[in-house]
Nanobody
Framework: QVQLVESGGGLVQAGGSLSLSCAAS????????MGWFRQAPGKEREFVAA????????DYADSVKGRFTISRDNAKNTVYLRMTSLNSEDTAVYYC?????????????????WGQGTQVTVSS
């Protein structure tokens, strides 16, 4: 069974930075896509970033390109999301997710495993 445990959410001022972590129980993620999504109140869950565990290729939503960086640490079985230049539009619950053999990696329903979510609040 795959379990994802997120941490790192909190309150940050506009223009600041924050790093999120997602620790995974599975020892081998070969063939998996790891993704970050976010959901604000009253809005649909939206794609933020994704990384292929093998090879490390990445993709980002247009709204976060140049500001967010997704990465992984194989030794720690952990996926990270480094967020910089945060603004109020980034306020949301952030979720990490994992899926095997995913092609449409921007779609939440493609992922089979999800973390519990962590709140990120950006103040003015």
């Amino acid at each position: 069974q795959v379990q994802l445990v997120e941490s790192g959410g909190g309150l940050v001022q506009a223009g600041g930075s924050l790093s999120l972590s997602c620790a995974a129980s599975k020892r081998t993620f070969s063939g998996y896509v790891m993704g970050w999504f976010r959901q604000a109140p009253g809005k649909e869950r939206e794609f933020v970033a994704a990384i292929r565990w093998s090879g490390g290729s990445t993709d980002y939503a247009d709204s976060v390109k140049g500001r967010f960086t997704i990465s992984r640490d194989n030794a720690k079985n952990t996926v990270y999301l480094r967020m910089t230049s945060l603004n109020s539009e980034d306020t949301a619950v952030y979720y990490c997710a994992a899926g095997l053999a995913i092609v449409r990696y921007r779609r939440p329903d493609e992922y089979g495993y999800w973390g519990q979510g962590t709140q990120v609040t950006v103040s003015s």
